[in-house]
Nanobody, 121 residues
Framework: QVQLVESGGGLVQAGGSLRLSCAAS????????MGWYRQAPGKEREMVGF???????DYADSVKGRFTISRDNAKNTVSLQMNSLKPEDTAVYYC???????????????WGQGTQVTVSS
């Protein structure tokens, strides 16, 4: 079984920065991509960004130029650097991975437990 463990998050003033980190662990697997989703109160979960192997990273329009996703493929980690934060960035942020457990043909999406990011005005 594969798990995603997140760290970071918290409370920050508008205009500030935060960094989230996530590590995949557990059973042996092949990762095809990693990224982040977020869900604000009363809203649906939305993609923040996704870094697929061998492709440039996709970002939601609302975070382009402010957020940056970085991956360390050797360590199976992904981070989210968030700059120029706005109150509307307040949400629970979820790490996401698309992977295939070894010895299977099933590609699946998994998410971390979520970490709260609150941006005060």
């Amino acid at each position: 079984q594969v798990q995603l463990v997140e760290s970071g998050g918290g409370l920050v003033q508008a205009g500030g920065s935060l960094r989230l980190s996530c590590a995949a662990s557990g059973s042996t697997f092949t990762i095809y991509g990693m990224g982040w989703y977020r869900q604000a109160p009363g809203k649906e979960r939305e993609m923040v960004g996704f870094a697929r192997n061998g492709y440039s990273t996709d970002y939601a329009d609302s975070v382009k130029g402010r957020f940056t996703i970085s991956r360390d493929n050797a360590k199976n980690t992904v981070s989210l650097q968030m700059n120029s934060l706005k109150p509307e960035d307040t949400a629970v942020y979820y790490c996401h991975a698309r992977l295939r457990p070894i010895l299977t043909t099933r590609v699946t999406d998994i998410w971390g437990q979520g970490t709260q990011v609150t941006v005060s005005s």
